[in-house]
């Protein structure tokens, strides 16, 4: 590829045109339900670990942050 030849990739077709599912030697992709599990299971730990940690907690107290709220789109950055 180095000496000006293009990379080309070509889809392999079965006789009756359908796309090559497993070819010997090659694990197949995961569909789009698995991974969106993994996104998921992903999240979810992350989420947990931070419950866990202490790093998903506030220092706001709650009276606070539910008189803030309601407010909101009359402050702006500073």
């Given amino acids: ?6 990379a080309v990739l070509e889809r392999e077709e079965t006789a009756e045109g ?8 090659r ?3 995961p569909d789009r339900s698995q ?3 993994c996104i998921a299971a992903i999240f979810l730990a992350v989420v947990l670990w931070a419950q866990l940690t202490g790093h998903w907690k506030s220092r706001i107290p709650s009276e606070a942050y539910f008189d803030l709220i309601p407010r ?3 402050f702006s950055h500073p």
């Fill in 18 to 25: 359908q796309p090559v599912r497993n070819k010997p030697g």
């Fill in 72 to 74: 909101a789109s009359q």
């Fill in 35 to 37: 991974q969106l599990r």
């Fill in 27 to 29: 694990r197949a992709a």
């Fill in 1 to 6: 590829m180095g000496n000006g030849q293009s």
